[in-house]
């Protein structure tokens, strides 16, 4: 079994997230089991496991969209507890399998993050981002008539505007074919280098973590089994059904 | 016809009563011909009726001369009722029976006080009550629609509502579309019933006043205040309890706790 600082990229990097112990039950059922992973700056994390194994659990905990029932969570070294909830989920947005999308135009959906804050932002800057997700002039569009894709690069563009540091995704492809996935990954690949941004990434696709990943993580029933899967031993294992 | 047999109210009364059970038990009857069971229901619901009516008429024949307080312990007594009946809708959602009661009691309390303090309403206990337990009956099922509505929308909308968090919304933010469709929804019957007032339906103080012989534009402009009233309180009584409710599907890290529905996660 590899070290698992060996292989990561930037071990001189600062931790942006850390758990400890991160534990969450529901009604007796143990959905994430002590659950304790480092992922350091500019690092993008895939995790894979079978369905159910608490994959998206787990995200959700990171967010604080759920409740964890013991355990820590750090955020730049800062106790999350610390953190209010909502700066907690701005500084690590998530995307999730499906878009979401708030009925109206995209212009409304990229606006919703900074205007929470009270913050309106300018049609340049909206432009800007929704060039970044190749929806340039797509501002006005009734979002009811996008198509799936260019629903999902609508949520992504909406999670970027907040600015986050680390970016939480959970199966954000899955719902795509696979040209809207390629589109997809590939302003993925481009932003986080842009943007310097740390990534946790679930995806049930191995092909796509092993494309997208700097680090492989393996999570199975609750528990994170493998912080760090060399490629040849994702091809070894049958994990994923 | 009846009054031919029948010369004392009372007896006169209790035949037309019959007469119409009479009536509902055809229908009942017509209905189980039609495979539709409702024999039970029906048969509890005339009998809950006739007594519930019968206690109160009697109960406002030893009271007709009473205070007012006694009226308005009434009123309480039955927002208390109204309550539990509108939080027996809204079960599973968090302290439904006090957010009902303060909806309730904040809708209806202010407007039949202030009605009866301007006159609107006249504070002889055979107007106060009956005027007063109408406008409670309305708040309370404008509550039961919008948290009904209010329940329906958030399970209906987990995902766009985790999202809305998920992007630093407030959880009032993040539900506030579904608490004004909520709103809106429970307040449609009402702006109905005000908009067809007249047409489609003389409803019951109009009719009440006809009846005992009042004059008809005097009645027809009573009804209409009757209404607005209604409507007034509704609108306080849903707007209160759909917002009251929206803060309490959340934990204090402002999570959504309420996951009933399809969209459990
Ligand atoms: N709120 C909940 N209450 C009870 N059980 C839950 C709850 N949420 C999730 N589960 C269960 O926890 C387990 C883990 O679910 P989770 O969605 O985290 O898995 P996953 O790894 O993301 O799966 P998939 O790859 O299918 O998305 C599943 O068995 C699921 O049914
Ligand atoms: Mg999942």
Known sequence: ?241 | MLNQFFHDPLSLGVAQAIVATVMALVVMLIAHFARIHLEREILIALARAFVQVLAVGSVLLLIFEGPVVVGFLILGLMMLLAAQTASRRAQGMPQAFRVSLTGIVLGAGPVIVLMAWMGVIDTKLTVLIPVGSMIVANSMTTTSLALDRFRGEISSHVGHIDAALALGATPKAAVAPYTRAAVRASLIPRIDSLSSLGIVWIPGVMTGMLLAGSQPIDAALYQFVVMAMIFTVSGLASLISASLMSARVFSPAEQLVLRTGKGKR
């Not at chain 1, 750090?74 to 499906?98: N, V």
């Not at chain 1, 074919?177 to 191995?206: F, P, Y």
């Open chain 1, 1 to 241: 079994m590899p070290e698992i600082t060996e292989s990561r990229p930037q071990t001189d990097a600062p931790p942006v997230l850390e758990t400890r112990h991160l534990r969450r039950e529901v009604g007796g059922a143990v959905l994430v089991d002590d659950v304790t992973i480092t992922v350091t700056q500019g690092e993008v994390v895939t995790i894979v496991g079978p369905s159910g194994a608490g994959k998206s659990s787990l995200l959700r905990l990171l967010n604080r969209l759920d409740e964890p029932s013991s355990g820590e969570i750090f955020l730049d070294g800062q106790d999350y507890r610390s953190i209010p909830p909502q700066a907690l989920r701005r500084r690590a947005g998530m995307l999730m399998q499906l878009a979401y999308l708030f009925p109206g135009t995209v212009n409304d959906n990229i606006r919703f993050g900074p205007r929470q804050q009270g913050k309106d932002l300018t049609a340049a800057e909206i432009e800007d981002l929704l060039a970044r997700v190749g929806l340039s002039n797509f501002g006005g569009r009734d979002v009811a008539k996008l198509s799936g894709g260019e629903a999902q690069r609508v949520a992504l563009a909406r999670t970027l505007a907040n600015d986050p540091e680390l970016l939480l995704l959970d199966e954000p492809t899955s719902a795509l074919d696979e040209s809207a996935k390629a589109e997809v990954e590939t302003l993925l690949v481009e932003i986080m280098h842009e943007r310097g941004l740390t990534c946790l990434w679930v995806t049930h696709d191995l092909a796509q973590a092993e494309r997208m990943a700097t680090r492989i993580m393996l999570m199975e029933k609750g528990k994170i089994v493998h912080t760090d899967l060399s490629k040849e031993e994702i091809h070894a294992q049958s994990v994923l059904s």
